[in-house]
């Protein structure tokens, strides 16, 4: 039995995505009083990220304390030596009769190693923790928590309009429908049902249909409910329930969308969200914590990430209407966040917020008057700032909640940049001799389909890493141990010459070796070689699912217009803390060293940072 030592309180705050450029430039406007006042009164500093600069890596490393290398995460894709992509956030198993989720992140978390020592610690969202594993505390798994479905999140839209070719191409099921006589019979899709050989999905009866003495109305039912929705609104959470087996129930809820009546009639339908009152996987811990916490505060969104981007940009959803939906998360958050704060004691409470780093990515065209959907007059031309400021309110509101011994500490993974021009860099691959296409192929959509691989010394999966197609590791390998050295340096050359056709600008700043920047029990698995890209530049979407477009390098026309997967000293994040510190160039791996030293705690060996209070004894 561990004798309990917490004798503090430690608030740590994750702001996804904040910026130092913007940020440093409110604060000097007086647009940010009360980050002003913690830099005045504490301690700021940019916060060096890592190498990928994703979410899922630095988030992890945050968490664990640990390079890439030593928790095992590279990129949001990876794959197998067979060449099979997989997502990095967790591992579903199908095993008979029972469906077995596992963290794919390696290393111990420091709320595990608080929890060692009986120091609760209170985790919300935090990307990396589904499914959640059992501690010394509470928590709300973030992201990785997937829709009823099993994906990251899959939308529906129904819809009057005729088909066209982009409904093959959309991140959602599109729903064609026929409303002649101002009411329709269709279905809402859930979890795949399998039986034998044969597999399909559950459904749940929905019926739409026009309120012909009410404009601007349609009337919802679905599941003994009844619901009135009118034009340009949301509802709110709608709760269902799948039939998945004998016996057997899937418990979600939805949220609606009415788009338009006239002259098409068309319908959002949010991903199927886990019930937190009844999920289907364990989404907290304890099991019944999500349940306790949405009988407190109300329903709120359980998949790990709730800012459905895709129906954006596709024009499913407007900016309106997306900008609502961006709100209504924010606010829930605020009423959790300040909800268990009022009850927190004693211990370590952390809290993610994915705002910023999400209006970035949709709004950034905005910003930048280089950008191919740039709008000088938009209405929506401040939204970022927008937004930093209302960041800048719910810390004030957090503050407020504070008593004077209480720390606090507010951090981001990484800032942002402008995505103008995406990068094919299996094509650069195809057109410089290191990537083979199959005998009359010229292009493939992605999953590495089609590649020749008795020819292939290179290719690339995800965002920014290219792999050697080694022997005695990829299942074709054709590139030996002796050869691999001076490949890498060839290509890496090569990806360095890269030049932005139209402008002149180098497109690849620097590449990095698997040897230079990750070192670790896992390090075998990550790419061999990475490239960090100039501002303006990224990867594209089909090199991250391993595509080979047919063409090297095209404008970024999509609403994702912001990004942060450029070379990792372009996008630093932040750092403030409401003590002084001691530490010069913080880097986002000391986070846990720091946090187990204001415990008291001596510093773990595994741990790679520093303490940024200065006292590595601790």
């Not at 290398?69 to 009769?97: A, C, K, Q, V, W």
Request: with cysteine.
């Amino acid at each position: 039995m561990h004798r309990n030592i917490c004798n503090k309180k430690v608030v740590v705050l994750g702001i996804d995505g904040m910026d130092p450029n913007i940020t440093e430039r409110l604060i000097q406007e007086g647009a940010m009083p009360n980050f002003a006042y913690l830099k005045e009164k504490g301690a700021y500093s940019r916060l060096s990220t890592t190498m990928p600069t994703e979410t899922v890596v630095a988030w992890a490393t945050f968490a664990t304390g640990l390079g890439p290398g030593s928790h095992g995460i590279f990129d949001f894709i990876m794959r197998t030596p067979d060449y099979t992509p997989y997502l990095s956030l967790n591992e579903i198993l199908n095993t008979p009769g029972k469906v077995k989720v596992n963290l794919r992140r390696k290393g111990n978390t420091f709320w595990e190693m608080l929890s060692k020592k009986r120091i609760p610690s209170y985790i919300y969202f935090c990307p990396n923790t589904f499914p959640p594993q059992p501690f010394f505390g509470k928590m709300l798994s973030g992201m990785g928590v997937p829709d009823i479905t099993g994906t990251m999140g899959k939308f529906s839209f129904y819809t009057t309009a005729p088909a066209s070719g982009e409904d093959k191409n959309s991140r959602g099921r599109i729903i064609h429908l026929d409303m002649k006589n101002g009411t329709v019979e269709t279905e809402i899709y859930g979890p795949r049902l399998v039986s034998g050989n044969s597999i399909g999905e559950s459904t749940v009866p929905l019926r739409i249909s026009v309120m012909p003495n009410d404009a601007g109305r349609v009337l919802i039912e679905l599941q003994g409910s009844r619901l009135s929705l009118k034009e340009g609104d949301w509802s709110d959470w709608q709760k269902l329930s799948f039939k998945i087996g004998f016996l057997q129930k899937a418990y979600g809820m939805v949220r609606f969308y009415l788009k338009s009546i006239k002259p098409e009639f068309t319908l959002y339908l949010s991903p199927v969200n886990f019930d937190p009152q009844r999920p289907l996987f364990p989404i907290s811990y304890p099991k019944n914590y999500a349940a306790k916490l949405a009988k407190k505060v109300g329903l709120f969104y359980t998949q790990g990430m709730p800012l459905d981007t895709w129906p954006l940009s596709e024009n499913r959803l407007d900016e309106k209407a997306f900008l609502q939906l961006v709100d209504e998360v924010l606010n829930k958050n605020k009423k959790i966040l300040l909800s268990e704060l009022k009850e927190f004691k004693c211990g370590l409470l952390f809290y993610y917020i994915e705002t910023l780093d999400i209006i970035q990515h949709m709004f950034w065209r905005y910003l930048d008057s280089r950008h191919p959907l740039f709008e000088s007059n938009s209405p929506y031309k401040d939204t970022v700032y927008v937004y930093y400021k209302k960041i800048d309110g719910l810390l004030g509101e957090v503050m407020k909640n504070l008593d004077k011994d209480t720390i606090l500490i507010v951090l981001s993974d990484h800032g942002f940049s402008s995505f103008r021009k995406a990068v094919n860099l299996n094509r650069w691959l195809l057109e410089k001799g290191y990537l083979f296409l199959k005998p009359g192929i010229k292009e493939s959509e992605g999953f590495l389909r089609d590649i020749d691989w008795s020819r292939t010394k290179a290719y690339a999966l995800g965002f920014g890493g290219i792999y050697l197609n080694k022997i005695g590791r990829e299942q074709y390998g054709v590139v030996s141990e002796r050869e691999a050295q001076d490949l890498k340096l060839e290509i890496s050359a090569g990806l360095k010459n890269i030049r932005d056709p139209v402008t002149g600008e180098q497109v690849v700043k620097n590449v990095y070796f698997q040897e230079d920047i990750f070192s670790g029990p896992y390090a075998e698995n990550a790419p061999d070689l990475f490239a960090g890209f100039n501002a303006g530049y990224r990867a594209s979407w089909q090199t991250a699912l391993g595509g080979v477009p047919d063409v090297l390098m095209e404008e970024n026309k999509t609403k994702w217009s912001g990004d942060h997967l450029i070379d990792f000293t372009l996008v630093p994040g932040v750092l403030f803390i409401n003590r002084r510190i001691a530490l010069n160039n913080p880097n986002i791996k000391d986070i846990p060293s720091s946090i187990v030293g204001l415990f008291g705690l001596v510093k773990p060996k595994e741990l790679q940072g520093k303490n940024l209070f200065g006292d590595e004894s601790r």
